[in-house]
């Protein structure tokens, strides 16, 4: 499956938005170690919106994150923040698994 990984990533300092987003990372490897494809909608924002000139950052980097997770099956939710909010009722409006915990995510069985 494709995953969404959602963060948190906003936060005060330079230092904890690096710790959030390399939480959804590591997070993200771990679904990856179970067979899925996982995808971070930060991690296509960012690169983006560094380089645009752009009045709100923020929206910015919404609108592609949540472009990115509507492609997904499902989304893994580390932690409560008002973008992750949008990004899972993003994916729990269309009827697909929301997870709260990596431990719930179901591995991939391989053929062999």
């Known amino acids: 499956m494709?995953?969404?990984v959602a963060g948190p990533y906003s936060a005060p300092t330079a230092a904890e938005r690096q710790r959030n987003l390399d939480r959804m990372n590591d997070a993200a490897a771990?679904?990856?170690h179970r067979g899925h494809v996982p995808i971070i909608g930060v991690n296509a924002a960012l690169p983006v919106v560094e380089r645009a000139t752009v009045e709100k950052p923020?929206?910015?980097i919404?609108?592609?994150s949540l472009a990115v997770v509507d492609a997904c099956e499902a989304i893994l939710?580390?932690?409560d923040s008002p973008g992750v909010r949008r990004e899972r009722d993003l994916v729990a409006a269309k009827?697909?698994?929301v997870y709260d915990k990596l431990d719930d995510v179901p591995a991939v069985e391989s053929d062999g």
Do not use: F, K, N, S
């Open 30 to 32: 771990q679904l990856l």
């Open 95 to 97: 009827g697909l698994p």
């Open 62 to 64: 919404m609108a592609i």
């Open 58 to 60: 923020y929206e910015a």
């Open 2 to 4: 494709r995953i969404a």
């Open 77 to 79: 939710v580390l932690a």
